[in-house]
Each structure stands twice: as C-alpha cells, then as structure tokens.
C-alpha cells in the first residue's frame, strides 16, 4: 500500500485546511489514521476511522474542530480541519492498518505510513 497525503500548508489561525491521503496498491480495507509531529515534539494521533467509517476518533485537542472521512470509492481519506490554531502546526502524516484500533486516545496497528504534509498555522 502505498499511501500519499497532500493538502497542507500555511494559514492564519481560524482557517482552515483540508488534507487528502490517497491510497494506491492494494484493496482498500483498511482504518485509516491521521497522526502529526511537531518540531521537537513526538508524534502523537489525532484522527482515525474505520474502514466502513462508521467509527472515528479524534484526540481530545481537535475534537470539535477536525473531521476524518474517507470515500472507499476513491480510495481516499479526508481530514478537515477548522478553527487552526498555531499549536495545530505540525508534519501531518496519513497511516493505514489491517488490525489497527484505538484505545486511551491512540490508534495503534498501523502497517504503512505515508509521507508527510506541513501545516503551518500562523498567529
């Protein structure tokens, strides 16, 4: 599975931004997670959804502001993001796991990473 995120960049805080993960290779069947790493700071979660969709997860820093959404016909993942704020400015990376789940405010069991796309969020 090869998996490429795009969609980022730079916009002042209150704005938005929406990040796409493209997914290419192989049946799409899997939760799909989206995950950030700041500058200095270790990668943490920040979305996920099961491969039906019909459960997401959010860490309770976006909640109310990010929204994960996939379309399986296009084999693509979605994350909007509303209300930026500088401390949402980070690398944003879009995994993918065949047995991935969340528990206590993380996902786990991812089997591919894509790479990353910035967003910078200006104050």
């Known amino acids: 599975v090869q998996l490429q995120a795009s969609g980022g960049g730079l916009v002042q805080a209150g704005g938005s931004l929406r990040l796409s993960c493209a997914a290419s290779?192989?049946?799409?069947?899997?939760?799909m997670g989206w995950f950030r790493q700041a500058p200095g700071k270790e990668r943490e979660f920040v979305a996920a959804?099961?491969?039906?969709?019909?459960?997401?997860y959010y860490a309770d820093s976006v909640k109310g502001r990010f929204t994960i959404s996939r379309d399986n016909a296009k084999n693509t993942v979605y994350l909007q993001m509303n209300s930026l704020e500088p401390e949402d400015t980070a690398v944003y990376y879009c995994?993918?796991?065949?047995?991935?789940?969340?528990?206590?405010?993380?996902?786990?069991?991812?089997?591919?990473w894509g790479k990353g796309t910035q967003v910078t969020v200006s104050s």
């Open positions: 290779g192989r049946t799409f069947s899997y939760g």
């Open positions: 995994a993918a796991g065949t047995n991935s789940w969340y528990y206590e405010g993380d996902y786990y069991g991812m089997d591919y």
């Open positions: 959804i099961s491969w039906s969709g019909g459960s997401t």
